[in-house]
């Protein structure tokens, strides 16, 4: 087999795309004149309000465990990286009464650039992860020290009604199926998390776009049904210890289409308090515009609706990826194994994720749930240090790219370099969203063949 391939890239397959369902309903919509009055019009602030009411369904039925989530815990966003860009301009005060944007690493590089064009830079910093996730006892010794330094107690520039509410600290993470580490936070650090965050004024920005996208980690004949979606931060937030501290809470979850249906389609959503979705859809861009998504929101209220948006996951989008999945631990199993790499993507998360439905082995008893877009792999001990360079020769020498670990440093903070130096940097993400599964493994192949050339290079 011939010809590129990138195990770097995080995009969805062209070929999932669902443009039947989406025509079938963009159709409904634009041929009926009530709905396109509704859909051409400059969209409300908060969004087109079916869809809002579709994704509170929609949620509830994933995350709910009992409870109904309102639609005014709902606004529709043009994805998750516009929104972040607009949390930062509705609940911060950089270089005054915020202090700090704290995330995970290795982090999703591109939330970098986010955080720096709306004034942090320089204040971004990193918090390692272990087996569960983040490190709460690094994080608390990190805002300690933080709120120790010189700052301002009270905001100096962002004050007066609109501005209500601003947060001390910024906690950014990907707390399930992580980009890049693949990790799942455990339950207890949830909590620790919400916990922490309620006591130092933090709102912590998760990023739960692919909660949905799980399997199990190994290959399980018949079954039908895995156990609960670990519940979001802002689930955690919304019922733990009888509810957030206050009308705006400590957690916000940014919702997304775009790995689920298609990135074109520029809809998501945030969820939070009520009063947290309201502010945030007021931000002077949407006032003056509407909702940035309001035509397309249209279309996927349509899926939604419809149901041809679950049907499309359990009949294209999962299976797909399952088998792609399986197919990239077995080729990692035979070619890069041997070559000394292995997989380090921590825990497993199984809090109520006991097959059920048919499972094949006879009785419920915890599996471990695989997900998401990536896997993260460690390079043989020789080899430390030289993703950068491997990923440069991959290129050139096998027509192959992928992520490596010097990417997913916090961008300015020095003591993030220092520990990629240490641990991370010498990992590399592999991404199966894109390539067929036969592209894949030859992928695959390709790196088995770099980094046993590259062992033989550095060995005596």
């Not at 025509?23 to 051409?40: N, R």
């Not at 859809?281 to 309001?294: E, F």
């Not at 390079?379 to 990417?407: H, I, S």
Request: glycine share 10%; hydrophobic share 35%.
């Amino acid at each position: 087999m011939t010809g590129n391939i990138n195990l770097q890239l995080g995009w969805p397959s062209t070929s999932l795309f669902p443009a039947a369902q989406l025509l079938e309903g963009a159709s409904s919509v634009l041929s009926s004149q009530k709905k396109t009055a509704l859909s051409l019009i400059y969209g409300p602030d908060a969004g087109y309000e079916p869809l809002r009411r579709s994704i509170a369904k929609w949620l509830t039925s994933i995350y709910g465990r009992g409870s109904e989530l309102s639609l005014d815990r709902v606004c529709v966003t043009g994805g998750a990286s516009q929104n972040l860009d607009n949390v930062l301009a509705r609940f911060t005060e950089p270089g005054g009464y915020t202090r700090n944007i704290w995330m995970v690493e290795p982090c999703y590089f591109l939330a970098c650039p986010i955080f720096t064009d709306n004034g942090f830079q320089g204040m971004m910093k990193g918090v390692p992860e272990d087996d569960e996730g983040l490190d709460i006892a690094f994080l608390r010794k990190g805002l300690e020290q933080s709120n120790k330094n010189a700052g301002s107690d009270a905001p100096t520039r962002k004050t007066g009604d609109k501005y209500q509410q601003l947060y001390r600290h910024i906690i950014y993470c990907v707390p399930t199926f992580s980009n890049p580490s693949a990790k799942t936070m455990s339950l207890t650090r949830r909590q620790e998390l919400v916990r922490l965050a309620r006591e130092f004024d933090a709102l912590v920005v998760t990023d739960d776009v692919y909660d949905v996208l799980r399997w199990p980690a190994e290959k399980i004949a018949n079954y039908e049904k895995l156990g609960d979606v670990p519940p979001r931060i802002v689930d955690v937030d919304r019922t733990l210890d009888g509810g957030p501290k206050d009308e705006w809470g400590n957690a916000m979850s940014n919702g997304s289409f775009s790995k689920i249906i298609a990135p074109g389609v520029r809809v998501g959503w945030a969820e939070a308090t009520p009063a947290f979705t309201l502010a945030l859809s007021q931000v002077g861009a949407t006032r003056s515009g509407g909702c940035p998504a309001h035509i397309a929101a249209s279309f996927v209220h349509e899926m939604l609706e419809s149901g041809s948006l679950e049907k499309h996951l359990q009949m294209q989008v999962l299976p797909t990826f399952r088998t792609r999945y399986y197919a990239m631990l077995q080729a990692i199993d035979d070619y890069l194994v041997p070559l000394g790499m292995h997989i380090s993507t921590g825990k497993p998360y199984n809090e109520s994720s006991g097959l059920t439905n048919g499972a094949s082995n006879g009785h419920k008893e915890p599996v471990a749930q695989a997900g998401g877009y990536f896997i993260w792999l460690l390079l043989p001990t020789e080899l430390a240090g030289k993703g950068a360079t491997l990923a440069a020769k991959g290129l050139e020498r096998y027509d192959l790219k992928f992520a490596y670990g010097d990417m997913m440093q916090v961008q300015g903070e020095p003591a993030s370099t220092e520990r990629a130096a240490k641990g991370y940097g010498n990992g590399i993400r592999l991404s199966w969203a894109w390539h067929t599964k036969d592209e894949i493994v030859e992928g695959i192949k390709r790196l088995a063949a770099l980094v046993g050339e590259a062992r033989n290079e550095v060995q005596p």
